[in-house]
């Protein structure tokens, strides 16, 4: 995998290639990290890869700890008690090493270590960003273990309230890792539903920044790139999990999406964040259920754009029926099932999810405006299955 190899500064530094994780505590130092904080989920904590880094690091001379009280879906419990754990011992930083959820959860833990205002006053509303203490915020270092929502190159996290169960976007230009290791080696050992799920997740997160409104070319530009890395290696990722080509160009792609992402999200998003809330459903297979549906509502306002990126896709047919059914046959090659009912979504809780999607900060970015009754009709036919 020689020719997948650089170093990248946009959005931050980026060490990208296969081996490059040998570099962490060589970045520890670069970053000013003696006395690190490594946080994962519990079953990383558990492999050999979490093992081989903390001795790595301990044998580089760091004073390195481990907190792993993450949850799939994080929640302010466990920002809490990882704050606790690098306050009491005393450490200067933290490792963001996983997932989503790992690396949302590790950042915010870094976010919070010098604060003293709540966690939910930093939400992502308005310029509330500017409630928290610059000097608070410790530095991170980012290792991501999956191609799927690029939290590692992203300057907020979602953290989940558990008095409301709703997720709330919490938001500092600070948040941002230093430096972010992307060795496509560590992707490997991902099941074949999980790298669908996060693959998809990567490819809507540039699929909804491309579409959002507003005027961003240079973000649009990075999303096109993205779902043409996502189609050419999603399914081979999928097929061949030790395809270490395919997981890189998948991880970049994961980048590409929390990058072009700052233009904006949309309802595909915004119906999936409350169901992860209540249902504790993974965040990526929820958008590639939700996702068809929301592209059907949206085409008045995007279908010019969908047949410009059929073309650049490669599509057979680049129409938005040809876009369209594209999309479905993937979902169907890779195992995303068709409805929001097959992830156990009842038709009881529709009018409460409404409310949740039509009030997510996603929401605002979608191209067609989606208050509660188009959510709940979007519900509907997520549900249902009806196209």
Same mark, same amino acid.
Not at 74 to 83: C, D, L, S
């Given at each position: 995998?020689?020719?997948?190899?650089?170093?990248?500064?946009?959005?931050?530094?980026?060490?990208?290639?296969?081996?490059?994780?040998?570099?962490?505590?060589?970045?520890?130092?670069?970053?000013?990290?003696?006395?690190?904080?490594?946080?994962?989920?519990?079953?990383?904590?558990?492999?050999?890869?979490?093992?081989?880094?903390?001795?790595?690091?301990?044998?580089?001379?760091?004073?390195?700890?481990?907190?792993?009280?993450?949850?799939?879906?994080?929640?302010?419990?466990?920002?809490?008690?990882?704050?606790?754990?690098?306050?009491?011992?005393?450490?200067?930083?933290?490792?963001?090493?996983?997932?989503?959820?790992?690396?949302?959860?590790?950042?915010?833990?870094?976010?919070?270590?010098?604060?003293?205002?709540?966690?939910?006053?930093?939400?992502?509303?308005?310029?509330?960003?500017?409630?928290?203490?610059?000097?608070?915020?410790?530095?991170?270092?980012?290792?991501?273990?999956?191609?799927?929502?690029?939290?590692?190159?992203?300057?907020?996290?979602?953290?989940?309230?558990?008095?409301?169960?709703?997720?709330?976007?919490?938001?500092?230009?600070?948040?941002?890792?230093?430096?972010?290791?992307?060795?496509?080696?560590?992707?490997?050992?991902?099941?074949?539903?999980?790298?669908?799920?996060?693959?998809?997740?990567?490819?809507?997160?540039?699929?909804?920044?491309?579409?959002?409104?507003?005027?961003?070319?240079?973000?649009?530009?990075?999303?096109?790139?993205?779902?043409?890395?996502?189609?050419?290696?999603?399914?081979?990722?999928?097929?061949?999990?030790?395809?270490?080509?395919?997981?890189?160009?998948?991880?970049?792609?994961?980048?590409?999406?929390?990058?072009?992402?700052?233009?904006?999200?949309?309802?595909?998003?915004? =119906?999936?964040?409350?169901?992860?809330?209540?249902?504790?459903?993974?965040?990526?297979?929820?958008?590639?259920?939700?996702?068809?549906?929301?592209?059907?509502?949206?085409?008045?306002?995007?279908?010019?754009?969908?047949?410009?990126?059929?073309?650049?896709?490669?599509?057979?047919?680049?129409?938005?029926?040809?876009?369209?059914?594209?999309?479905?046959?993937?979902?169907?090659?890779?195992?995303?099932?068709?409805?929001?009912?097959?992830?156990?979504?009842?038709?009881?809780?529709?009018?409460?999810?409404?409310?949740?999607?039509?009030?997510?900060?996603?929401?605002?970015?979608?191209?067609?405006?989606?208050?509660?009754?188009?959510?709940?009709? =979007?519900?509907?036919?997520?549900?249902?299955?009806?196209?």
């Amino acid at each position: 995998m020689t020719a997948l190899r650089g170093n990248w500064s946009y959005p931050t530094a980026i060490r990208f290639g296969a081996g490059r994780i040998a570099e962490l505590p060589e970045a520890c130092a670069a970053v000013g990290l003696k006395r690190p904080l490594l946080v994962t989920d519990p079953g990383l904590a558990r492999l050999p890869m979490i093992e081989s880094a903390l001795a790595g690091l301990r044998k580089a001379g760091l004073g390195v700890g481990l907190f792993s009280d993450v949850r799939p879906n994080p929640v302010a419990g466990n920002v809490e008690a990882g704050v606790r754990v690098l306050r009491d011992g005393k450490h200067d930083g933290v490792i963001a090493w996983g997932g989503g959820s790992g690396i949302d959860a590790a950042k915010a833990i870094a976010f919070m270590a010098g604060q003293k205002r709540p966690m939910w006053d930093f939400e992502d509303i308005g310029d509330w960003y500017t409630r928290a203490d610059p000097a608070g915020i410790f530095p991170s270092i980012a290792v991501p273990t999956t191609a799927g929502t690029g939290s590692e190159t992203g300057r907020a996290s979602v953290i989940t309230n558990e008095e409301t169960h709703t997720k709330k976007v919490i938001f500092h230009p600070k948040m941002m890792p230093a430096i972010v290791i992307a060795d496509p080696e560590l992707t490997v050992g991902l099941p074949p539903a999980l790298t669908a799920g996060t693959g998809m997740d990567a490819f809507i997160h540039c699929f909804e920044a491309y579409c959002a409104p507003g005027y961003h070319p240079y973000a649009e530009g990075i999303a096109v790139e993205g779902m043409r890395l996502v189609k050419e290696n999603l399914v081979r990722a999928v097929r061949d999990g030790k395809d270490i080509e395919a997981r890189g160009h998948m991880l970049a792609a994961s980048q590409m999406g929390s990058t072009a992402f700052q233009k904006g999200l949309g309802a595909i998003h915004s =119906l999936s964040h409350p169901v992860g809330a209540v249902y504790d459903t993974h965040h990526g297979l929820t958008n590639a259920v939700a996702m068809p549906y929301v592209v059907k509502f949206n085409r008045p306002a995007i279908e010019d754009k969908i047949v410009r990126l059929g073309r650049w896709l490669g599509l057979a047919d680049p129409s938005f029926g040809g876009f369209m059914g594209w999309v479905l046959d993937l979902r169907k090659t890779i195992g995303i099932p068709h409805t929001l009912a097959d992830l156990g979504v009842k038709t009881a809780d529709l009018d409460r999810l409404a409310v949740m999607a039509a009030e997510d900060p996603t929401a605002g970015g979608n191209p067609v405006e989606a208050g509660v009754p188009e959510m709940r009709a =979007l519900f509907d036919a997520a549900v249902a299955g009806r196209l």
